[in-house]
């Protein structure tokens, strides 16, 4: 997490682990769960978090995912499990049949790997070989249960919904469903046993399928309650009636299968009791016992699912009264018993209520509540039971009153959490800065009613890495009230650095993974007391997505920032390179029009000197010729008519060099301008051509810039020169004109020769020269050739006055 690095805190790699703090007095234990969003893990973490508040003990609960999951994000999470390390726990309560519902026995066992004498485990759901374990024994009342279909309602074509391959728990129930079906006489199927994950889709799926095969069934009995609500509403999606179709059996007992129509029959687990004692196992592990495997008894909880019709309140049949439970509340119910008797229906039912607020409070199961006056019923005579009929149903009322108002001030409860949430979720959407992003988190952590927090974050991008910075404690002095620092370093293992008062570790606390995608980005540690445990879920996600995206914005900042310096470097040495590109493009056009200037007076020089020198001297020795070939007597005839011939060679000598000096010096250019001088350039070039040139020059034609006419006049005699000696042609044209469309002048040399060979038309020296002539002369040269001849334009543009 490279950004974390660069905004989140400063670079101190090297810097020494704050100074360890007092020793802790109270001993810590870790609780591995997959997640808190399933009553079956909630019920268990209540259950540890009433045992250990009641022994002083510290708790952190490590909320993870299914081992060897699918999803990327959940197996990122799991570095939860690799925290609570021996020197920081004293104990670790692994809930195998939730992280572990995926995995075999052999896989299972890789968990408890570092188990010793030292650092004792105890599993939770599954009987690990020498782990100390508490399970649930679930055969005599899932028998029952079953029987009950078998019997009670004629259930002969029995679909399971069983649990995943290789899960010990779940293979024991379904073990116990096929060999009752088979002392029953009922025949197994195998179309229709399909294995589900325990999760509610899962059941829904298995629904659809056994569906999809066609073969009939009556009765559906699934291994727990979740995958039992799915099937439920599936079966209703595909207008099954449930019970009077077919009957749906769950296991578990979760108050969400009480809430449904109709209510689900089940298997009430005792997971309270399961949590309270793998706390007990754990202490006694820790005062050095041996390992221990606790068995707790399932119980079968009739309802309406499989058929049954509504009752007022259960008997003893039903529902037994709690062992731990009777022996608190005998003296409630003597209580009870004596009012009945007295007939006191008012002070039963004050008691009772008062009872029930109290339960409700303490978060007792209501259902035991039907256990107390099936109780009372059986200290009763018959006579008794029967006069006080109406006030135990009175008594039933109210307790399905009391256990409505319950999951009503639940439900409500639960949606002011989640309405928190939300609002939170969009207070933290809203800001990418670090500073604002803590401050809102600081205010949702005091809506929710959490009393403290930390947010952890890694330093590198490692699944866990080995150190980690404290970025945020709630409230504000709880990073320490010596030092106030919130940006600690210390090793990820600690869990909080040693500047945080040790008192942390006497308190029950969630640890709630950070991760992004599949990105490991930290943890939050926050205190337990939620009424609904699904709610630091959901903060934890909305938190990691607030921190990843405030982890992305300071790179984006990060980034934009060296750019911004990056930019300015590169402008910098732009501007410098183009003020150094500027004095070198003047220092060129400097030389360049030094050469042109050198050049014409070359050329200027080369041809007055031919004009005024050679032809002078050629004419001289002419006119010597001349005299000696008068001086020669009649006799020397021939010698004379040699002399006579080299008369004539040296005045077409001296018409040559005319001609060539006329071309290195435009005659009448200077005082007649350029068209004047093409029209010499013509004339002359007709002299020695055997074909007809053609010149046409408009009246208008002038170009006032000397330099740049000479330019355009060399460009003519170029393409001119090329004309006559290499392309072969019969006519030649030369055009000087004004366009029609606009004020541009044209200087045009046309052929009807053979073109230019295809290397000499696009790289040619003469072109080259030609390209040039017209860039300093800021006119465009165009060159068309093909078999047919070569066309040559040099667009003039005009030049405004002002303009350079």
Request: hydrophobic residues 40%.
């Amino acid at each position: 997490m490279s950004g974390f690095k660069s905004r989140f805190v400063a670079d101190r790699v090297n810097q020494p682990d704050i100074a360890t703090a007092e020793e802790p007095t109270k001993r810590l234990i870790g609780v591995y769960v997959a997640n808190l969003e399933d009553a079956y893990q909630i019920a268990i973490w209540r259950g540890i978090e009433l045992e250990s508040r009641k022994r002083g003990l510290g708790v952190v609960c490590f909320v993870g995912a299914h081992l060897r999951s699918p999803v990327p994000a959940e197996t990122s999470a799991n570095f939860a499990f690799k925290l609570a390390t021996a020197n920081e726990f004293d104990g670790v309560i692994v809930v195998s049949a939730a992280i572990a519902a995926a995995l075999n026995e052999s896989d299972l066992h890789s968990i408890f790997s570092r188990s010793t004498d030292d650092f004792p485990h105890v599993s939770v759901g599954v009987n690990v070989e020498g782990i100390a374990s508490v399970t649930v024994d679930g055969t005599a009342a899932l028998s029952e249960v079953v029987q009950h279909l078998i019997r009670v309602h004629d259930r002969d074509r029995i679909a399971i919904i069983a649990g995943p391959k290789g899960h010990a728990e779940a293979e024991q129930r379904f073990a116990t469903v096929k060999s009752l079906m088979r002392k029953s006489g009922i025949r197994y199927d195998p179309a229709l046993c399909v294995n589900g994950t325990f999760v509610q889709e899962s059941g829904a799926q298995a629904i659809r399928e056994i569906i999809a095969s066609g073969v009939k069934f009556n009765a559906a009995v699934c291994m727990n309650d979740r995958m039992a609500i799915g099937a439920l509403e599936e079966l209703r999606r595909n207008r099954i009636r449930v019970p009077e179709d077919v009957s749906v059996v769950g296991f578990d007992a979760i108050e969400e299968g009480q809430c449904l129509t109709p209510p689900l029959t089940t298997i009430r687990q005792p997971l309270t009791e399961v949590g309270e004692k793998a706390v007990e196992l754990l202490c006694r592990r820790l005062e050095g016992e041996a390992p221990q495997h606790m068995i707790l008894q399932c119980e079968p909880s009739i309802s309406e699912s499989c058929g049954c019709l509504p009752k007022p309140w259960p008997d003893n049949k039903d529902t037994t009264l709690h062992a731990e439970f009777a022996v608190q509340r005998k003296p409630l119910v003597d209580e009870f018993t004596a009012l009945v008797r007295r007939n006191d229906e008012e002070r039963v039912l004050e008691r009772l209520n008062q009872e029930l607020r109290t339960a409700s409070q303490e978060s007792i199961d209501v259902p035991y509540w039907h256990a107390l006056l099936a109780e009372v019923r059986e200290r009763l005579s018959e006579c008794e039971v029967l006069s006080g009929s109406g006030l135990f149903d009175r008594c039933a009322i109210l307790i399905s009153e009391v256990a409505a108002r319950r999951q009503a001030e639940r439900r409500v409860a639960a949606e002011h959490q989640f309405e928190i949430i939300r609002g939170i979720s969009a207070s933290l959407g809203a800001v990418f800065d670090i500073p604002g992003l803590l401050d809102r988190l600081r205010r949702g952590l005091v809506r929710l009613g959490i009393r403290e927090g930390y947010l952890c974050l890694f330093e590198n991008e490692s699944p866990v890495g080995e150190h980690a910075r404290l970025v945020f404690a709630h409230p504000a002095n709880a990073a320490g009230s010596s030092s106030h620092r919130k940006d600690q370093r210390f090793r990820t293992a600690k869990l909080l650095p040693a500047g945080v008062s040790r008192t942390w570790r006497s308190k029950q606390w969630l640890f709630e993974p950070l991760v992004f995608q599949d990105e490991t980005l930290g943890y939050l540690l926050l205190s337990s007391g939620l009424d609904d445990p699904v709610s630091y879920d959901s903060l934890r996600d909305q938190v990691a997505s607030a921190v990843k995206g405030s982890v992305l914005f300071s790179q984006v900042r990060d980034h934009e920032r060296s750019l911004e310096q990056e930019v300015a470097h590169r402008t910098e040495e732009l501007t410098r390179s183009n003020e150094e590109l500027i004095q070198e493009n003047q220092r060129r056009a400097l030389l360049e029009q030094e050469v042109v200037d050198i050049s014409n007076r070359t050329m200027e020089r080369i041809g007055q000197d031919l004009h005024d020198d050679l032809c002078q001297h050629l004419a001289g020795i002419a006119m010597l010729t001349s005299v000696a070939r008068q001086a020669l007597p009649e006799s020397d005839a021939a010698i004379a008519e040699s002399i006579r011939e080299v008369e004539g060679l040296l005045s077409a000598s001296i018409d040559r060099v005319k001609q060539i000096a006329r071309g290195l010096m435009p005659t009448g250019f200077e005082a007649h301008g350029l068209a004047a001088a093409v029209e010499s350039l013509v004339v002359n070039a007709r002299k020695s051509f055997p074909g007809t040139i053609e010149l046409r020059t408009a009246r208008d034609f002038a170009l006032g810039d000397t330099d740049r006419a000479l330019q355009i006049f060399r460009i003519v005699q170029e393409a001119l020169s090329n004309a006559l000696k290499h392309s072969k042609a019969q006519n030649i044209s030369v055009a000087l004109y004004r366009g029609d469309s606009t004020p541009d002048l044209f200087a045009e040399i046309a052929d009807s020769g053979r073109g230019m060979p295809a290397t000499i038309s696009t790289d040619g020296m003469g072109l080259r020269i030609m390209r040039y002539r017209a860039e300093k002369a800021g006119a465009e040269l165009r060159v068309d050739s093909s078999e047919r001849g070569t066309r040559i334009e040099c667009r003039i543009p005009v030049r405004r006055r002002g303009m350079r």
